[in-house]
T-cell receptor
Framework: NAGVTQTPKFRVLKTGQSMTLLCAQDMNHEYMYWYRQDPGMGLRLIHYSVGEGTTAKGEVPDGYNVSRLKKQNFLLGLESAAPSQTSVYFC???????????FGPGTRLTVL | AQSVTQLDSHVSVSEGTPVLLRCNYSSSYSPSLFWYVQHPNKGLQLLLKYTSAATLVKGINGFEAEFKKSETSFHLTKPSAHMSDAAEYFCVSHLDSSYKLIFGSGTRLLVRP
């Protein structure tokens, strides 16, 4: 059981470049989430999904897009990267109801 | 609106002494509450959770937390700190009527030899 995995672990982009972060979970969870973590600001929700084929905006969705074509995968896209998107990105998944979320190891992204 | 307040941004203890990390929540009803730990350059790991069963919750690595509704608190404790406990700890609640989490701002625990 790998849990929640994220690809890649590190990435450096130039301003204006695009990229996709991949999250995969093998726990058959319905819900999946993308967060960003910045110093002094804790974790902030970017987008989330409550099931295959669904997505919704979180607190800080601007500049990001997501897709959930398969239940086990949740993709986060940056169409035109900006230095303000330099951050550590975490994916999480969870069951229905008020249960805990399980987090991936994170992707450290630097935008120059 | 629901919120989670971690009362200390940094806590420093000596190895072998007790740990207390404080958390208060605000909610219109009893929420689900969690403590997560994040070691440097790692993801978040669940320490323990409260979901309206026993008010004293035991977690991994000797940590426990007590849910006190009258005080709206969910403080994390450990009788004896170990060097490996040095990390950042997040108190987390479920948003009312939702599946989204509300994070506290985190408490960085330093353990002195």
């Amino acid at each position: 059981n790998a849990g929640v995995t994220q690809t890649p672990k590190f990435r450096v982009l130039k301003t204006g470049q695009s990229m996709t972060l991949l999250c995969a979970q093998d726990m058959n969870h319905e819900y999946m989430y993308w967060y960003r973590q910045d110093p002094g600001m804790g974790l902030r929700l970017i987008h989330y999904s409550v099931g295959e084929g669904t997505t919704a905006k979180g607190e800080v969705p601007d500049g990001y897009n997501v897709s959930r074509l398969k239940k086990q995968n949740f993709l986060l896209g940056l169409e035109s990267a900006a230095p303000s998107q330099t951050s550590v990105y975490f994916c999480a998944s969870g069951d229905r109801g008020y249960n805990e979320q399980f987090f991936g190891p994170g992707t450290r992204l630097t935008v120059l | 609106a629901q919120s989670v307040t971690q009362l200390d941004s940094h806590v420093s203890v000596s190895e072998g002494t007790p740990v207390l990390l404080r958390c208060n929540y605000s909610s219109s009803y009893s929420p689900s509450l969690f403590w997560y730990v994040q070691h440097p350059n790692k993801g978040l790991q669940l320490l323990l959770k409260y979901t309206s069963a026993a008010t004293l919750v035991k977690g991994i690595n000797g940590f426990e937390a007590e849910f006190k509704k009258s005080e709206t608190s969910f403080h994390l404790t450990k009788p004896s700190a170990h060097m490996s406990d040095a990390a950042e700890y997040f108190c987390v609640s479920h948003l009312d009527s939702s599946y989204k989490l509300i994070f506290g701002s985190g408490t960085r625990l330093l353990v002195r030899p």
